[in-house]
């Protein structure tokens, strides 16, 4: 394996050693995965605003330091993709729309603040479908990215980006968001490790904001950002770095007493009562799917000692009050004026939403069932330490569609796919996706673990544990090796 090749499939815990103990140059790894991308990027387009001038320019400065003797931050010159809707200082944050396709923010967001302090290098900005209003990765102003499992199929979304650059080595992990799953979406299609960590634990600031559209921003009350990455030692790095309370987000958690995200990854699972629902009670799950999980829930009983029950919590399909706090957490008298303006340059899912009149005990009945379902939830999770499910109710899909229209067999709506993650941000829970397998396709399916309200330690410890019992950071992308990579 070629040098090159090293550096790329190199995790970020080792990588940041590495380039502390002065063994590794940050400008050697900057170097090394820009030249991956220029072979890469044709064929998967995950970066739509990439910045090699800058990398490297911060990777000399970081070195230099480094050299000097001077101290410097946990990941100093490890190096990663931001998701284009995280506001980056000085850098385009287009949003996948034509509205903000000039768009430089003049912040960062605390989360790219944070990273920076920490000495980590940003590659660019990863493609995202408009404002994230989708679970894949097509927008009507860049190239629609692709997956490195099949670049035929979607690497889902709406972090789409960032999951393609990771699952491919282009960057040893990145940041996404998640508003109905859009961590765990990409990272279950592409083969990674992804997490939500509880609401409230990663500050929230600014989201997307100019003056021309004010009020189009984050969805504040699902809305969570978190790592993706190979393993999951790398999201538990990153996340020791961007959590924490923040004055800008009247929504974060104080610090826990005693809580480490590194020492959480440590300890057994023996004795712990885990709850499995294959489909919640209602969901169609592709038979694929269902044989998967179902063979990485049996590691948890027979490999890790839990006590495992079929059960689920009980409420019914919850799927449209969610969009109902969605639009609640919408400008739609600024979106709706940017949708007027752009015509058919907006996507089109996301014009018939901004069309649609919404009453107003729609939009209260979206708080009603959120109430509903967090009850049944708090209920439920009193009986067990952890619920897994499947991530998706598919393997990834046809790039150029929100979703598939059949699956097991019934016709379902094309967002019934999503039916696994969405709950989670309306409870705000922890919730993980890990790679459960792949199919005889080739194809990488997720497993969700979710832990109790702010149990994001045993998220973590469940999510390691099944990794040392079921490893993955192995398995790459075929095409890699027919690149040569």
């Known amino acids: 394996m070629t040098m090159e090749n090293e550096i790329c499939r190199m995790d970020a815990v080792t990588m940041a050693a590495q380039i502390r103990s002065k063994k590794l140059s940050p400008v050697e790894v900057v170097d090394a995965i820009f030249s991956r991308m220029e072979k890469l990027e044709p064929s998967l387009h995950a970066f739509c605003t990439p910045t090699p001038e800058l990398a490297r320019e911060t990777a000399k400065q970081i070195e230099k330091k480094i050299m000097a003797g001077e101290a410097v931050g946990p990941l100093a010159g490890v190096p990663y993709g931001v998701k284009d809707l995280i506001c980056t200082k000085g850098i385009k ?6 509205a903000y396709s000039d768009f430089v923010p003049d912040e960062d967001d605390v989360v790219v ?18 404002f994230g209003y989708s679970g894949v990765g097509h927008n009507p102003v860049f190239p629609t990215s692709r997956n490195p499992w099949n670049t035929d199929l979607t690497p889902g979304g709406s972090s789409a980006g960032s999951g393609a650059a990771v699952a491919s080595g282009m960057g040893p992990f990145a940041l996404g968001s998640d508003g109905g799953g859009s961590v765990r979406i990409p990272a ?29 921003s984050s969805w504040e009350a699902l809305e969570h950002i978190g790592p993706m990455s190979r393993t999951v ?42 709850a499995f629902s294959p489909d919640w009670g209602y969901a169609a799950v592709d038979p694929r799917v269902k044989k998967i999980v179902e063979d990485a829930v049996k590691v948890f009983e027979r490999d890790l000692g ?3 029950e079929v059960a689920s919590p009980g409420w019914d399909n919850p799927f449209e009050a969610f969009w109902g706090m969605v639009v609640r957490e919408t400008d739609l008298k600024g979106m709706r004026a940017m949708a007027e303006k752009l015509g058919d340059k907006m996507s089109p899912h996301l014009a018939q939403l901004l069309a649609t009149e919404f009453t107003a005990e729609q939009l209260t009945d ?6 509903h379902v967090n009850n049944k939830m708090w209920r439920f999770m009193r009986n067990y330490d952890l619920l897994l499910t499947p991530t998706l109710a598919v393997p ?18 094309n967002t019934e796919w999503l039916h ?42 469940a999510s390691a544990a099944f990794e040392q019992a079921q490893p993955w950071k192995h398995l790459w992308p075929s095409m890699l090796g027919t690149m040569g990579l």
Request: proline residues 7%.
């Open 420 to 461: 696994f993650t969405f709950p989670m941000n309306l409870t705000g829970q922890p919730a993980a996706t890990v790679p459960a397998g792949w199919t005889a396709e080739g194809l990488p399916v997720g497993l969700q673990i979710t832990g109790r309200h702010l149990d994001d330690a045993l998220v973590l410890r």
């Open 366 to 371: 979206a708080m009603v069932v959120r109430k």
């Open 396 to 413: 990834p899909f046809e790039v150029g569609i929100q979703g598939p229209t059949v699956i097991d067999g019934r016709e379902v709506a």
């Open 188 to 216: 279950s299609f592409c083969g990674l490790f992804g997490m939500k960590a509880s609401m409230g634990r990663v500050p929230l600031y600014p989201g997307v904001k100019d003056e021309r559209y004010p009020g189009v």
């Open 306 to 308: 839990c006590i495992v």
């Open 233 to 274: 030692a790398d999201s538990a790095l990153m996340l020791s770095v961007i959590a924490g309370p923040d004055d800008r987000d009247n929504r974060t958690l104080p610090l826990q007493k005693d809580f480490d995200w590194m020492e959480s990854l440590k300890g057994n699972l023996k004795g712990l009562r885990v």
């Open 113 to 130: 603040e944070r990273m920076r302090d920490a000495g980590a290098i940003i590659l660019g900005k990863t493609n995202v479908p408009e």
């Open 93 to 98: 944050t287009a949003s996948g729309s034509w």
